[in-house]
């Protein structure tokens, strides 16, 4: 049983910069893809960035890509999403997500793990 934890959210000003933290426990993660995704209210959850735990490469949504920045820690069973140059649009709960197969993947249905979610707000 896999095991996520988020951290990190919180309230930023527009241009402002976060760090989100996933603790994952439960597994030997080295097969394993982790990715974040996020649910803004009235909307459907949508894939942010994933990583794959053995070798690092990594995918990224287009809305994200060049301000956000997926990263893992094998030793302390961590992911970790900088963001930075945040807009108010990116404001959502955001979860973190594992996959028990090697291939980076867009689609929430193909993870079987997930956190409970961080509140990001990104306002004035």
């Known amino acids: 049983q896999v095991q996520l934890v988020e951290s990190g959210g919180g309230l930023v000003q527009p241009g402002g910069s976060l760090r989100l933290s996933c603790a994952a426990s439960g597994r030997t993660f080295s097969s394993y893809v982790m990715a974040w995704f996020r649910q803004a209210p009235g909307k459907e959850r949508e894939f942010v960035a994933a990583?794959?735990?053995?070798?690092?490469?990594?995918d990224y949504a287009d809305s994200v890509k060049g301000r956000f920045t997926i990263s893992r820690d094998n030793v302390k069973n961590m992911v970790y999403l900088q963001m930075n140059s945040l807009k108010p649009e990116d404001t959502a709960v955001y979860y973190c997500?594992?996959?028990?197969?090697?291939?980076?993947?867009?689609?929430?249905?193909?993870?079987?793990?997930w956190g409970q979610g961080t509140q990001v707000t990104v306002s004035s």
């Open positions: 990583i794959r735990w053995s070798g690092g490469s990594t």
């Open positions: 997500a594992a996959r028990s197969l090697p291939y980076l993947s867009r689609y929430s249905y193909e993870y079987g793990s």
